[in-house]
């Protein structure tokens, strides 16, 4: 039996953010794991009963569990989802965590939303929330994963991410030994396609690359004077390196690229001071994804199509809202209907000069 006054509300950020800081002390980032072609079909996060895809935060929790890259499958659902299609989670199954933001309307004097007011006095808050879902490989009864096929998402097709690069509008300059993108000129830096490994390399590496180019003040519009070695630097490498991975698993790029040990240790200390960064972040990076995709006609289409669909099933974060000030300072009654309370009864040349540069 819990008292009221041993309770303490859950820290969703501080959660994530300790799970992303554990992992990355061990050197590697977490959203990264070694691509096997054997399993095939690996794809960013949807929810297998609605078909849509989840975003920021969640791209960055699902699709770095274990499970998904272990069966190549990456269909995710609720307890009740999966009942209404008739699928059952086995007993003893433990959930995984996405989170949302749950937007509350209050009225000037703190009331909840309902009463008779002006609506001139009505603000809308946004409260980070949390919700539980499972894998699709702890379901039975849940049909076998076809991955789409090329007919489905031409997105998946090799010449992707060279049609990406055409449509983006940003030169890419072919030469030298590095890759890299110059914010003061606005252009893409690549060594010849044969000084890569694989094709997949340098897509993966195209793609980090051009996730840069979208803080130009004509696409996006991020600060990119952070000097090479900065924290403002690294930062923005965190999210040119989330987005590059959002995209990789959207186009069926497997190529890992190495990042830095610096990069890594700028990222832990940015996590460690400010809980709500890699939720920054993530949010930085999906923007980045969605405008670098929406650059392939097939793709823009799908999302269209999805983005006038009723309704959502399972709530996904909204990165573009700023999360929500402290609990205290919202009225008691609703941090308790919130959950936000206990229960009233116990219950390249120049460094400076460019961002990125990936080889």
Request: net charge negative.
């Amino acid at each position: 039996m819990t008292r009221k006054d041993d309770w303490t509300p859950k820290d969703h950020y501080q959660e994530v953010t300790n799970r992303i800081v554990q992992a990355l002390e061990q050197g590697t980032p977490p959203w990264r794991r070694p691509w096997d072609q054997g399993i095939g079909g690996l794809s960013g996060p949807v929810n297998a009963s609605t078909g849509r895809r989840y975003r920021g935060i969640n791209v960055l929790l699902l699709g770095s569990n274990p499970r998904a890259f272990e069966t190549g499958d990456p269909r995710w659902c609720s307890y009740k989802q999966a009942q209404e299609n008739g699928w059952q989670v086995r007993g003893g199954e433990k959930a995984s965590t996405i989170f949302f933001f749950k937007r509350v309307e209050l009225k000037g004097d703190g009331a909840v939303e309902g009463d008779n007011d002006n609506d001139d006095d009505r603000k809308t808050v946004p409260v980070l929330r949390s919700y539980p879902v499972f894998h699709a490989s702890q379901m039975d009864g849940i049909p076998a994963y076809k991955p789409p096929t090329v007919e489905e998402a031409p997105w998946r097709e090799p010449e992707a991410v060279r049609a990406i690069l055409d449509a983006s509008g940003v030169p890419v300059r072919v030469g030298g030994d590095r890759a890299f993108y110059s914010p003061s000129t606005d252009h893409i830096q690549m060594p010849v396609a044969q000084a890569f490994g694989s094709a997949e390399g340098w897509s993966a590496t195209a793609l980090h690359e051009l996730g840069h180019a979208t803080g130009h003040p004509s696409r996006l519009n991020r600060d990119l004077r952070g000097r090479f070695g900065s924290a403002a630097y690294a930062m923005e490498e965190l999210r040119a390196e989330l987005a590059s991975v959002f995209m990789q698993g959207e186009l069926g790029v497997g190529a890992d690229i190495h990042q830095h040990a610096a990069y890594i240790d700028s990222w832990l200390d940015a996590l460690r001071k400010d809980k709500r960064e890699i939720f920054r972040a993530a949010g930085d990076a999906q923007r980045i994804a969605d405008w670098c995709l929406s650059r392939h006609p097939a793709y823009r289409a799908a999302m269209e199509a999805e983005a006038d669909m009723d309704g959502v099933s399972i709530p996904v974060i909204d990165s573009s809202r700023e999360p929500v000030a402290a609990a205290a300072e919202m009225p008691e009654h609703l941090r308790r209907k919130l959950g936000m309370m206990p229960p009233q009864s116990p219950p390249p040349t120049d460094p400076a000069a460019v961002i990125g540069m990936g080889m």
